[in-house]
């Protein structure tokens, strides 16, 4: 591998060559410099992100890069065998961000495929496929996307994610967040016989405090070739939960309580940056003065459907109740708590009711559903997610009283680890429809239904469906209906898993009413 000091020679001689010299290379470096693959995002109806980062050791300081900065030349094609480059260029990849590369495209053709490459030297990525949106004016018949998240390393393979990457004709993939988890476990895991066994696969390094803490967390499962085939198959939106910093973080308070808040925020600073630099997200969602003000955004697929994808933490007010699962405390009930900032919240009340599009739809990260926990009969009082907005009652009410009479709205969450469909109601009357996707990895094998599943569907008459496989969601929408698959493996603690559809459900436009099947 060329040293620093090559480096700067090089680029003190490249004007003299009319080029950088060090391009006359066969290759930069002694190892593959994009071992952590690329990937595409935030499309618009004339572009996308594309995105890489070179790292030929991924797991060394500074992935095995010098400290300078780096030219990649990129290409996008409208065919995969790359006969016609439709746009090309170069962009610097800054040892500031880690050596991560994020080309805004532009220029490109509505509601179709392109597939892109990067150069560094004569090195050349694997290619990738992107696909633009269809024009706000247009009047898509149909729209296919997939919904996934949670993928705890140590829990087990993403064999979902290469599955995922099988589905073709998805025009996005939301991921609403846990990307990676900041902690190792310190324990064993345990079989059915509850005896002590290893775990699926063990974190590089300790728990994730600072910048370079996150950055091999995130190299580490962007090296897994499943979650690179998804990444690269797919255009993604990105979102952020917890897990990208600390369990359970909110604003700038940390989970667990350990840190002052203002030492907490150095660490929410360094999670943001290192989420940042790993994701095909738009510059405007660089972190500034330490935090990312508007992670919130809109994607809007012609008169079809409007998406609001929301920023359920930086926000958010502390946990009532001291977190956890509880029963009811005055705190839930408080009417100065929040979720979204207030900024947020008018953004969403506007763009839900302004009638443009057929369908709206709210993707989130904590469950919208207000459920009663209670999984064993001794239990006698309601528990609830206090992590959730079901903790957040004001709030919620508020919200869900702004969907009352639109009819079309549906919410897409993550977080739980598990499959669940349900209702949501204002007063005496259904407003929305949630569907929330289950974990990638989180909660290893899992099965058709936990223990206390059936507990926890005779107590809420609004929750129709529940599962705990792994898996994700896939959503295909028309102007008359929206259907969502619950996709699910039938285990991930070994390789092999086959994927099958576990529940179709069904949403009639106008009729927030779930019909499963």
Not at 231 to 253: C, K, L, P
Request: glycine share 8%.
């Amino acid at each position: 591998m060329f040293n620093r000091r090559q480096f700067l020679t090089a680029a003190t001689i490249a004007p003299t060559l009319g080029a950088p010299a060090i391009l006359k290379a066969q290759s930069w470096f002694a190892c593959y410099p994009f071992s952590l693959g690329v990937t595409s995002g935030d499309p618009s109806p004339d572009g996308f992100v594309i995105w890489t980062k070179l790292a030929p050791k991924p797991f060394e300081q500074h992935g095995g890069m010098p400290m300078v900065p780096l030219p990649v030349k990129w290409e996008v094609a409208s065919d995969d065998r790359f006969r016609t480059i439709v746009a090309s260029g170069e962009e610097q990849a800054r040892p500031e961000l880690g050596h991560s590369v994020h080309v805004e495209v532009t220029g490109l053709q509505p509601d179709r495929p392109y597939w892109y490459r990067f150069f560094l030297g004569s090195d050349r990525s694997t290619q990738g496929r992107a696909r633009t949106m269809p024009l706000a004016s247009s009047s898509p018949a149909a729209l296919k996307f997939g919904v996934a998240g949670c993928q705890f390393y140590e829990d087990g393979l993403f064999t979902a994610f290469r599955h995922l990457a099988r589905e073709d004709d998805l025009s996005f993939v939301y991921h609403y967040g846990d990307f990676i988890y900041e902690y190792t476990q310190r324990t064993p895991d345990y079989d059915k016989d509850d005896l002590p066994v290893p775990h699926v696969r063990q974190h590089i390094g300790q728990d994730c405090f600072d910048l370079t803490d996150y950055r091999l967390r995130y190299a580490q499962y962007l090296s897994d070739y499943d979650l690179q085939a998804a990444r690269a198959r797919h255009t993604w939106f990105s979102t952020f939960d917890d897990h990208e910093i600390e369990n359970n973080w909110v604003g700038d308070i940390s989970g667990k309580g350990l840190a002052p808040n203002d030492v907490f925020r150095l660490r929410r600073q360094a999670g943001l940056q290192a989420w940042y630099e790993y994701m095909p997200v738009r510059a405007a969602l660089l972190p500034r003065n330490g935090i990312i003000t508007n992670a919130y955004r809109e994607a809007r697929f012609g008169n079809l459907l409007s998406i609001d994808f929301l920023d359920t933490r930086s926000f958010r007010t502390d946990q009532p109740c001291d977190d956890g699962f509880k029963p009811y405390c005055p705190g839930i009930d408080d009417s100065k708590a929040q979720v979204i900032s207030a900024e947020e919240e008018s953004w969403l009340v506007r763009n839900m009711t302004r009638g443009q599009t057929r369908w709206n739809c709210v993707a989130q990260q904590v469950m919208m559903m207000s459920l009663d926990r209670r999984r064993y009969a001794d239990e006698k009082q309601k528990i609830y997610n206090i992590d959730s907005w079901a903790a957040y009652a004001k709030p919620r009410d508020r919200l869900l009283a702004k969907m009352r009479g639109l009819d079309n709205i549906v919410v897409l969450t993550g977080d739980e680890h598990q499959n669940f469909a349900g209702l949501l109601d204002n007063g005496d009357r259904t407003v929305a429809v949630e569907f929330v996707s289950t974990s990638i990895s989180s909660g290893g094998d899992g099965s058709d239904l936990r223990v206390g599943s059936d507990i926890i569907l005779k107590n809420n008459p609004q929750l129709k469906f529940i599962n705990d496989q792994r898996g994700y969601l896939v959503c295909e929408v028309t102007p008359e209906s929206w259907t969502t698959q619950a996709r699910v493996v039938d285990q991930i603690s070994t390789p092999g898993g086959t994927i099958s559809t576990r529940a179709t459900m069904t949403v009639p436009h106008g009729r927030p009413s779930l019909q499963i099947g």
